[in-house]
């Protein structure tokens, strides 16, 4: 999502919210899903990704189950397609050889629900009802199709053929974050039980007693993992795990996925188009292997999750020469920031305990 719905919004102010959100997210969606034509919105195209049909029907009935039928109390719309588009009943791999609904069918669908589901925004109280408290229900719908809009980028980036999605470059960064940040040992709190909007996963906030560790300030850089490659990471199985070096051998891993040499350097494709790699941005579209096998050469390790969201959660002290000159604190870049375009490839950073002449925090 976009933010934290206030507490303390008005039933009005909470709907007109929710409606915005509706439409920005069904916007997204649609031009995701009209940027093809039908053949390839029927087709796989990748083993590990659902046809972009599937995936727009998805969306549909599960704004079909929660809101209208759960939230509203109202009948069905289409009952008999709810099995076939339950992601537990159907895996991927089976989902282009079912009777899905052709692409004009399953844009009426979501047009249907989408209807109903504004009528009941107008009318549904904001009770303490679990399911619709400060709009719960939509959140999560909302948060879901937002989900599928990610997995849809994830699946134009794997189809090929022509270009059909583009966007101006990112702008230039104004300033570049460098070094490490030393998280103090100390417990801190995961999670929350306050966000109106925060899933299942995300409840509750509970305390997590860490000890101290150094991380990389920012995200691993194109720049870094290159000198990995030129170093011959992928040829040295020091680096890997036993696991990770069978994996890179079966299926020959040289360099991170949609990257290919380019005279002395390297270029990446990006949604069908290729470009020279930037040694500034993130890199992405490494597996966990291959991120671990990085964190090694690199002399440190991939960060746990308590150990990424407390880095993520306040600011940390700057270690190394910053330190002595009484730099400017850095912030890492928030959780909520990850994935957000990486195509199903989430960034990540590296980590080292602590030194201990940094145990300090001054």
């Not at 093809?36 to 998805?58: C, F, G, K, N, Y």
Request: one cysteine or more; proline letters at 10%.
């Amino acid at each position: 999502m976009t933010g934290t719905i206030n507490h303390e919004l008005g039933a009005e102010q909470l709907r007109s919210r929710i409606a915005a959100e509706l439409d920005r997210t069904r916007a997204r969606t649609t031009l995701l899903t009209d940027a093809v034509d039908e053949t390839d919105l029927m087709r796989q195209h990748s083993p590990i990704m659902s046809p972009l049909v599937w995936d727009l029907a998805h969306v549909g009935n599960q704004e079909e189950l929660w809101l209208v039928r759960d939230v509203g109390g109202r009948p069905a719309v289409r009952h008999d397609i709810d099995d076939l588009y339950d992601a537990f009943k159907q895996p991927r791999k089976d989902r282009p050889s079912l009777p899905l609904l052709p692409p004009e069918e399953a844009r009426a669908y979501l047009a249907t629900v989408r209807d109903k589901v504004h009528d009941l925004l107008d009318r549904v109280p904001f009770t303490d009802r679990p399911l619709v408290a400060d709009g719960f229900a939509f959140g999560m719908i909302l948060q879901h199709e937002q989900q599928h809009d990610e997995t849809m980028l994830a699946t134009h980036q794997l189809r090929s053929g022509p270009a059909v999605l583009g966007a101006p470059p990112p702008p230039e960064p104004r300033s570049r974050v460098p070094g490490e940040v030393l998280v103090p040992a100390g417990p801190f709190t995961m999670g929350t039980s306050t966000d109106p909007w925060a899933l299942d996963n995300e409840r509750p906030a509970h305390t997590v007693e860490l000890p101290a560790y150094v991380i990389d300030a920012a995200p691993v850089t194109n720049g870094r993992y290159r000198e990995f490659i030129a170093d011959g990471g992928y040829d040295d199985p020091r680096w890997w795990s036993p696991a990770g070096w069978r994996h890179r051998t079966e299926v020959e891993l040289t360099a991170p996925m949609h990257w290919r040499r380019d005279g002395d350097g390297w270029a990446y494709q990006r949604f069908g188009r290729w470009s020279p790699v930037r040694d500034d941005e993130p890199v992405v579209h490494v597996c966990y292997f291959e991120s671990q096998a990085y964190a090694a050469w690199a002399g440190r390790r991939l960060p746990t999750e308590a150990e990424w969201e407390k880095a993520a959660r306040w600011t940390p002290a700057p270690v190394g020469p910053a330190a002595t000159r009484g730099a400017t604190r850095t912030r890492p870049s928030s959780t909520r920031t990850w994935g957000s375009a990486t195509c199903g490839r989430r960034r990540w950073a590296a980590i080292r305990p602590a030194p201990r002449r940094s145990a300090c925090t001054s």
